[in-house]
């Protein structure tokens, strides 16, 4: 009987605990994104391992956004950012597009539910600057939809902006990565101008502002569960189709 599958999982494990003490290295020695971690003829010696291995376990690290290897510098623990989820759940959304969208739809979920249950929070905090770069955004919209030409680069500046005076540098970088993940799906399904009517976003985003402006929370957590109904229902129709013989 053949023992590869049993070696392979060894193997695995042998990667996840080292991967394991490197982070909890990191963690005990109160290494700070940015900081230089221990040579990697220091880590084998520190941690009882040869170089493959290391080097295996530095890859992980480095898809995960944990480390960051510069070449002729070292290594370093990351800054801040959320590339590796980005990048999977992007994957994920537009593979689900492929069987039914339900991931698609899941991810549609979550940006939804961040948003509506953030914005009283961010209504509190709102500044007349922010209100200000709000309604620049919403200019832009309205001058481009009245040209027929999309504002993709205008919707995200608004929902980054909308929620900026929370200075919450995560949950900025989170919505910024459900955004990318929203517009990739949105771009792979294709855009039917019947369902996404250019002018009725700008509008969309034009009543959003107002009731941001007027501090009526409610009002605003509506319209922005609204404003997905565009994406839902291209969603919807794709399932149909895929269902059709």
């Excluded at 992980?60 to 480390?67: D, E």
């Excluded at 309604?135 to 929620?163: G, N, P, T, Y």
């Amino acid at each position: 009987m053949s023992t590869t599958p049993a070696r392979r999982s060894d193997a695995r494990a042998r990667l996840r605990a080292l991967t394991n003490d490197i982070t909890t290295l990191i963690l005990e020695r109160g290494l700070l994104p940015g900081d230089p971690l221990p040579t990697e003829q220091e880590l084998m010696a520190e941690l009882g391992v040869g170089r493959n291995s290391l080097r295996e376990a530095i890859k992980v690290l480095q898809a995960l956004g944990i480390i960051d290897t510069r070449h002729g510098f070292g290594m370093f623990v990351a800054e801040e950012n959320l590339n590796a989820l980005h990048d999977s759940l992007a994957f994920r959304g537009q593979m689900s597009l492929r069987h039914h969208g339900h991931e698609a739809n899941e991810l549609v979920d979550v940006r939804q539910a961040l948003e509506t249950g953030l914005v009283g929070l961010a209504i509190r905090a709102v500044t007349e600057e922010h209100l200000d770069a709000l309604e620049q955004c919403v200019i832009a919209m309205e001058e481009r939809a009245a040209r027929e030409e999309s504002f993709v680069e205008q919707d995200k500046d608004f929902h980054r902006i909308l929620f900026e005076p929370l200075e919450n540098k995560l949950l900025t970088n989170l919505l910024g990565v459900f955004w990318d993940v929203y517009r990739t799906i949105y771009d792979a399904i294709g855009t039917d101008p019947e369902i996404t009517q250019p002018a009725k976003t700008a509008q969309d985003h034009r009543d959003i502002l107002d009731a941001v402006r007027s501090k009526d929370v409610d009002t605003a957590r509506e319209l922005i569960s609204g404003h997905f109904h565009g994406i839902r229902t291209l969603l919807a129709q794709r399932e149909v189709s895929q269902i059709k013989p």
